[in-house]
């Protein structure tokens, strides 16, 4: 069972070295440029290895990258917009298609919010299935990330190892809310639906099974010379550096720093499970994989905790001004009609108010800022991306890398552009 | 913990255990400077800008869902005629700072806010917080607020050539004219 390793902290380069004044943007060396041979290349918008659709202006010294521009907004939908028209619990939909790796903890941020303006309190069923649905989506961003991450270095057989599992997590999804992905189970005030019977005994069976699974990939890659040779000590991102670039997450872990929002100000049910939070102080790719292989473990003991405490009772809040009264209670109830039809037509009306509300998502810290005025559909929503964040590090991080490590480095800061351009 | 102290300092609001710090707008990157220096908030999550157009002009509409309004015996209907508080100027900028120390056990955050109008610009804190540098640039570009000091400030999410700034509450949803869909 690996927990936090303690390492000694050994200096990861010099003194800081963000590239001033723009730290997002690599410049090439003026002299470099006039003793000619920089070649532009674009990398993307539409290059496989970008995890969605992004543009790298590299400049190129042979191999070696002299300058890179991160160019973003390709998958720019308007969500921000789009949920400023919808009434809360219709907006509900939108938080999840943002980050459609990590779905059910983006909309669990923007619930969070919600309840948190209506004063709303879950009860302890449903706020422990969030907690078990939140380390799900966590495993499944991860081994996403693992798979794709290892394809990119040319490890292909791992991918059909990571997308098996992601399968059956996503079976879970399906038997617990009826869709793989995108599954808006989470309402205003607890769950949507009761947890189906069964459910129970086939997530155990997945996390008994699962931790044997990491150590197999993790068998596979890491005596593997050329894995090893592709991700220790580069990328390199020092703890002062990532702190004052915003990384949050894994990125931030694999730099030295202790800090997980699970631990330092726990939502849902952190506080009654057990579990550790990896660091490692290389601050390079490897170890940026070996936080988010450590993670899986830790999530498949969270999962399995909470299977084991995973209370009896009422999975919504019993209150009619916020939750749809049950369907059965429709064909007597003239009561239950009206709030039901309120509910659909109107929706209810959040106290006006601003509020932030971060949680850590399989990317790191994703913040959702909400204003209400008082009405049925939110001000103005805006999220704190965590993949927006991590690409302001490219820059930083692939400074001097040769040209085949940029995919090893951007990879390593598991973006989603779906989350990032919103 | 007291916030009087810092630089152009306006109010400070303590909500929901959240703590919003509005200061002059001129004088937001000494405040930055301050919280960071003196106070260790060495960590910007996130900024973001608020378009308050048409705040307080209309009744707001919906079903009752505060906890007043939630009492089944006290009917709602005292409030649905309420409006919001009004606000002295257009945009709100808001700066979620955080202290992070490794190992920490708590996770201070303050929420520094400044105030401004149209075509009023604001500072840049990318001396403060390098993170800054992306999020300015997306205030600029959805919501059109100038930054004073940015190393590079160019539209980041909509295409360089776009009109308008779309966070905006006057900029209407579906308006644009749609690419290659024939009905142009």
Redesign the interface.
Known sequence: MATAVQRTKAPIYGESRIPTPIPSVLRVDPRLREEGDILEVNFGPNHPSTHGVLRLVVELNGERVEGVEAVIGYLHTGFEKNMEQKTWWKAITYPERIDYLSFQINELAFVLAIEKLLEVEPPPKATWMRTLLCELSRIHSHLIWLGTGALELGAISLLWYCFRERDAVLDLFELVTGVRMHTRYFQAGGLAEDIPSGFFTECRKFADMFPARVDEYEALLDRQAIWLERTKGIGLLSAEDAIALGQSGPVLRASGVDWDLRKVQPYLAYDQVDFAVPVYFNGDVYDRYKVRMDEMRESTRIVQQCLDGMPEGPWIVDDRKIVLPPRHELHTSMESLIHHFKLVTEGYRVPAGEVYVPVESARGELGCYVVSDGGSKPWRVHFRAPSFVALEATATTVRGAMVADLIAILGSLDTVMGDCDR | MSYADVPGFASVLE??G?T?VVVQTESLLEAARFLRDERGF?????I?A???LG??E?E????????E??DINQP?SWGLA????PKAKRFSV?Y?LLR?V??????P?V?LQVWCDEDEPIESV?TV???A??HER?VWD?MGIAIEGH??LK?????EDWEGH??RKD?P?GGEPVRFSGAE
């Open positions: 909500e929901r959240e919003t060495n960590f910007l999550s996130d973001v608020t378009d308050y705040w307080n209309r707001v509409a919906g079903y009752w869902g505060h906890r309004g939630r709602g309420r409006k919001p508080e808001s979620q992070l490794s190992g920490a056990r708590e996770a955050r929420r990318v917080w390098p993170t540098d992306w997306e959805l190393p590079d539209r980041i999410l909509m295409d779309p966070l900029y949803i």
